[in-house]
């Protein structure tokens, strides 16, 4: 039988005394969370004992006594070793060092309720009709020391491959003494400072660590959000008019970028304002994590808005912009007299190929006219749409690409007749191919059944299905291009979206943590052996496994209204060659708590 003893290494050279700590239920192992010195009174440690489990909840008891020689001392091993009267407990550990030895022995004295002390019996073995006396196993003790300030403040993690979870099974031995540690809170407040009549050895027994500007701080975040909290209520009643409830408003609210953008930093600014404190280690998480993401959203907003603002950068760019929209306007004239001609000496249908081009060569007109009507106020937009920036970088992408979208509407018209006039004819092919076939779709049952034709039926298919496929290879050729224009554009918005999602979301506190206090994100722990002496116990050192940074971000992402292709990229080749229209960017809309 193997009794493994959970022994803090800020307690290895603690004067003699009273070890507390608690028995790990079904399991046969003690934590060792402090060690009380003597002078003491048994009735006061009682007291104190039960005040510190009031408070933690945890189920702490005396587990037995520290014994560390010192001059003058004696008499102080048999004096401990005579307290296990007092203190009921149906094992004692006597944990005793000798100067000189880096090992411990331990005695484990075993009592019965009324605090005698039982004698271990012998087995008895009985083989053909004899009885042999077998000698019980002596009940051996592992020491396994931990860092009890690392184990406080770390979060054992869940690990796949097998390893139980710790919603769904029961805890596990390693878990309940993680728990046992974080718990005892109140048992580390007690150090060699105070003046009351105990005193103890733990990881703050030299004082208790704490931060001036973490408490500033957290006086200050009160009335911060309380102001926050009124603003976002005022927010929230403006939101709820029913002039943007109206058809138009809606509509261009759920489109915008930026609009989302603002919702989204809005339900996140509930989340941080609410009073009610975080409930749990993932709930802690996620606030901190939306703060250090909000604070450098803002921080590289506040950047962006110091570029823009210095050396007439929003001037530059005004008078650039205009330029640039006029020689975007050419390129698509002469494309467009390309695709007119004989483009890579194909030779197209005449007709149509001129419709087509005229037709897509008056809107590019329209949308010169238009830019040119808009080319005042450009700059004024531009001055007050960089402000967006001070909300945060974020609101400064959105923007950017609302305004892509606005000024590349154009080529998005361009792409939305041409799909559309493709697709009519594909699908228009491959139902006259079907008619050949003597088949036809069928709507009700979602199927293709089989049918007969009469002649004329079969002659105007064969006319259609003739016009169709003629004309076929200037439309795809228009389609083809558009698309590819549309395409660019799609690829340059979906760069803006993911910049946008990443600062949103990425886990910033959570890998800074891992970084730079990367024991309060543990894995799991491994153990080595750390002393092995004769005459005394196997001592192992439990040492913290940290996450993986994959995991970490993985773990501690921000639900967020993300931008993800709709469908694979085989659907979306697919939906390219029928001509469907793709939009492979969408909004992912993800509620949070």
Not at 39 to 56: L, R
Not at 345 to 350: C, D, E, I, T
Not at 506 to 533: I, S
Not at 583 to 590: D, G
Request: aromatic residues 12%; charged residues 20%; contains cysteine.
């Amino acid at each position: 039988m193997v009794l493994k003893v959970f022994f803090p290494q800020c307690c290895n050279r603690a004067d003699s005394g009273l070890l507390v700590g608690r028995w790990i239920s079904g399991h046969d192992s003690a934590v060792v969370l402090a060690v009380i010195h003597y002078p003491f009174i048994p009735g006061q440690v009682k007291q104190y004992v039960q005040k510190m489990q009031a408070q933690s909840g945890v189920e702490l008891s005396v587990l037995g006594s520290w014994s560390l020689p010192k001059d003058g001392q004696e008499g102080m091993e048999s004096f401990l070793r005579d307290l296990s009267t007092i203190f009921p407990q149906e094992r004692w550990l006597q944990i005793n060092r000798e100067l000189g030895k880096t090992g411990f022995t331990c005695q484990v004295v075993h009592r019965d309720q009324n605090g005698k002390v039982v004698q271990r019996e012998a087995k008895k073995k009985v083989e053909g009709g004899d009885e042999e006396v077998e000698e019980e196993e002596e009940e051996k003790v592992i020491f396994v020391h931990y860092e009890q300030k690392k184990v406080m403040f770390s979060q054992l993690h869940p690990v796949e491959n097998g390893v139980p979870h710790p919603t769904t099974d029961p805890p596990s031995e390693l878990r309940q003494m993680f728990r046992t540690v974080a718990s005892s809170a109140p048992l580390f407040f007690l150090d060699r400072y105070d003046d009351g009549p105990l005193k103890s050895t733990h990881w703050q027994t030299e004082g208790r660590e704490a931060s001036i500007i973490v408490e500033l701080l957290k006086q200050a975040s009160v009335p911060l959000c309380l102001l926050i909290g009124w603003l976002l209520s005022v927010w929230s009643w403006i939101c709820n008019l029913r002039v943007f409830s109206l058809f138009p408003l809606r509509f261009l609210s759920s489109k915008l970028s930026t609009c989302v953008q603002l919702s989204y930093r809005s339900e996140h600014m509930r989340t941080l304002s609410s009073r009610t404190p975080a409930a749990g280690h993932a709930h802690f998480m996620r606030k901190a994590n939306m703060v250090v993401s909000f604070l450098v959203d803002v921080s590289l907003g506040m950047l962006l808005v110091w570029w823009l603002y210095r050396d007439e950068h929003i001037s530059m760019l005004a008078n650039a912009l205009l330029p640039a929209a006029e020689h975007v306007a050419k390129e698509l004239e002469e494309l467009l007299q390309w695709l007119m001609g004989a483009p890579a000496g194909l030779k197209m249908n005449r007709a149509l190929d001129q419709v087509l081009g005229r037709f897509f060569l008056y809107h590019i007109h329209l949308w010169i006219s238009y830019v040119h009507l808009m080319s005042p106020f450009v700059e004024g937009i531009l001055w007050y749409g960089g402000l967006s920036a001070c909300f945060g970088l974020t609101f400064a992408l959105s923007l950017l690409s609302d305004m892509v979208a606005l000024l590349t509407f154009h080529i998005y018209c361009f792409y939305v007749y041409g799909a559309r006039l493709y697709c009519l004819k594909i699908y228009g092919l491959s139902s006259l191919w079907r008619l050949f076939r003597g088949k036809k779709w069928n709507v009700l049952r979602q199927r293709v059944d089989s049918c007969s034709y009469d002649l004329d039926q079969l002659f105007i298919g064969t006319l259609l299905f003739t016009i169709l496929l003629f004309l076929l290879p200037t439309t795809a050729l228009y389609y083809l291009v558009f698309t590819l224009l549309r395409l660019v554009v799609v690829l340059f918005q979906g760069v803006l979206h993911l910049s946008v999602d990443f600062i949103n979301s990425f886990p910033l506190f959570a890998l800074g943590l891992r970084l730079t206090r990367h024991h309060r994100l543990a894995e799991g722990v491994k153990f080595r052996v750390l002393c092995e002496e004769p005459g005394t116990a196997l001592h192992l050192l439990m040492e913290i496994n940290p996450l993986k940074c994959s995991t970490v971000v993985q773990t501690y992402r921000t639900p967020t209204y993300s931008c993800y292709p709709r469908d694979s990229w085989a659907a979306l080749v697919k939906k390219l060659f029928v001509g469907e229209l793709v939009y492979p960017w969408r909004h992912k809309t993800t509620k949070t708590d």
